[in-house]
């Protein structure tokens, strides 16, 4: 399948195209609050680098998070936008798992981090059975207090996620336990790719009109809105 991928979850934009032949094209972009302006013309640049034209497209991948509403918005409405004026199938991934796919080879017990603020992180545990497999998770990605996370935190578990480019974070987890890789608060898209095959693999397809960020719980802006009507 021709496939593009794309993750808008962080202030990294990752993108990924792979053509009929296989090869494959990845590029990712320090986009910072960027998403909205830059996302089109750097998939457009992509896909003409690799020679394809948008019509092209079989397959649209696209990280929901959890992470920055704004951003992992903006990537869920484009990769929307694109399956359904292509009719190619679209697939929604976990962002954090994405991430844990970069985990060094031999790390056994990864714990994926993105910051919640209110004091809390979105996590995912995951688990190698052995050395170089794929990461399992352990249970759904949740939100848990900084603190309670920290707790429970294991001897010889590693910590990726765009937490940990916080201080305010990345002073408080062991220094042992980060990660020594590219960008580890980001997917790859190689990664990201690998991902949707499984996913076309077993029929899960979404439906563009459905296909939602995976927010786990409502926003800032929201609360404070139902607060100024329930006045």
Same mark, same amino acid.
């Given at each position: ?15 990924? #195209? ?35 034209? #948008? ?35 679209? #697939? ?112 899960? #397809? ?26």
């Amino acid at each position: 399948m021709i496939w593009l991928a794309m993750d808008t979850s962080t202030d990294r934009a990752v993108l990924a #195209v792979r053509d009929r032949s296989g090869a494959i094209r990845s590029e990712s972009f320090e986009a910072g609050r960027r998403h909205g302006r830059d996302l089109i013309p750097w998939i457009r640049d992509l896909l003409g680098t690799a020679g394809l034209a #948008v019509g092209e497209l079989e397959g649209i991948a696209v990280g929901l998070g959890p992470g920055s509403y704004t951003g992992t918005r903006v990537g869920v409405t484009a990769a929307k936008t694109l399956a359904y004026a292509t009719g190619a199938r679209l #697939v929604g991934l976990d962002s954090l798992h994405a991430i844990a796919r970069k985990a060094p080879s031999e790390a056994r017990s990864i714990s994926v981090i993105a910051d919640a603020q209110r004091g809390e992180v979105y996590v995912v545990d995951l688990i190698r059975s052995t050395p170089g497999m794929v990461p399992i998770p352990r249970g759904e990605t949740r939100i848990e207090g900084l603190a309670s996370w920290l707790g429970r935190l294991e001897t010889g578990t590693v910590v990726m996620g765009p937490a940990l480019d916080l201080p305010r974070i990345r002073s408080v987890v062991p220094p042992e336990a980060m990660a020594a890789v590219d960008h580890p608060g980001s997917p790859a898209g190689e990664d990201l790719l690998a991902m949707a095959d499984a996913a076309i693999a077993t029929d899960r #397809v979404e439906n563009p009109w459905l296909l939602e960020p995976l927010y786990l719980r409502r926003s800032a802006a929201e609360d404070q809105w139902d607060a100024r009507l329930a006045r």
